[in-house]
């Protein structure tokens, strides 16, 4: 399903960042977990988000590309849509089918988002580049009664175009204050993805030397996070899933 090739808004702004030392959102106050669409969580693995300075981890287009990571992330490993946030399976441009494969794993998979700029549209609407990095250096997999490392040797790229669809109605105002590990509501509702990966997308291509750099990018600068990582090695112990940062904030009800 992933490959390796691959790369991945009431705000409005137009954000744009360059490369440069990771920045890291620290947790807030921390509430009850919901319990939204019947979703099976996934405790053995989590998430942890990086950025560039000048991106906002809580942007509402930078929140629809790490609700897509983390439920890509959760369909991998258990092949169920009810492991993903609500809205993904309709909202996501491929048919979800792995043959009935899934890659189970445990510990902490770490995102870094390192770009983030607006798209043209010809219909007007708000729409995003947004590329990340994904690191799983400190997970670990199962194989029988044993543990190995991940058999991703490098940091990954994603490229996401990110599109408001309902463009005259404001993406959903969040409270930043108070946060849980997986969002409360339908964070894809009123968004369009597009991955970088589609046949015939329009916005991203090797040839160009803007995208080659944004492919080139994890694997160049931003090394895994266990600088002694090697894929596919037996492990002693398994890793901990640490907590998740910046974790989700929450949807301000109202007009």
């Not at 691959?6 to 490369?19: D, H, M, Q, V």
């Not at 990582?229 to 974790?247: C, H, I, K, N, Y």
Request: overall charge negative; glycine content about 8%.
């Amino acid at each position: 399903m992933r490959q390796t090739t691959a790369i991945l808004a009431a705000a409005f702004l137009t954000l744009s960042a360059g490369c440069g030392t990771p920045t890291e959102h620290t947790d807030n106050t921390r509430v009850a977990e919901p319990q939204p669409h019947e979703w099976v969580a996934i405790d053995d693995v989590s998430v942890r988000w990086t950025a560039v300075p000048g991106i906002d981890l809580d942007a509402p287009e930078v929140l629809l590309a790490r609700a897509f990571g983390e439920s890509e992330l959760f369909y991998e490993i258990t092949g169920r849509l009810e492991s993903t946030y609500e809205g993904f399976a309709e909202t996501v441009p491929y048919l979800l089918d792995n043959g009935g494969r899934t890659y189970p794993r445990i510990g902490t998979v770490n995102n870094h988002v390192f770009e983030v700029r607006p798209l043209p549209d010809r219909f007007g609407r708000p729409s995003y580049l947004v590329a990340y990095c994904t690191d799983e250096s400190e997970t670990a997999v199962p194989t029988g009664d044993a543990w190995k490392t991940s058999s991703y040797a490098l940091s990954h790229p994603r490229v996401l175009a990110i599109t408001r669809t309902g463009w005259n109605v404001p993406a959903p105002q969040v409270n930043t204050a108070v946060r849980t590990s997986h969002p409360s509501w339908n964070v894809f509702e009123g968004w369009e993805i597009r991955l970088g990966t589609s046949v015939g997308n329009d916005f991203f291509a090797l040839s160009k030397p803007e995208d080659r750099a944004l492919n080139d990018y994890c694997i160049l600068d931003h090394p895994p996070s266990n600088g002694g990582f090697a894929r596919d090695q037996p492990l002693e112990t398994p890793p901990v899933a640490q907590p998740s940062v910046p974790g989700w904030p929450q949807r301000v009800e109202g007009p």
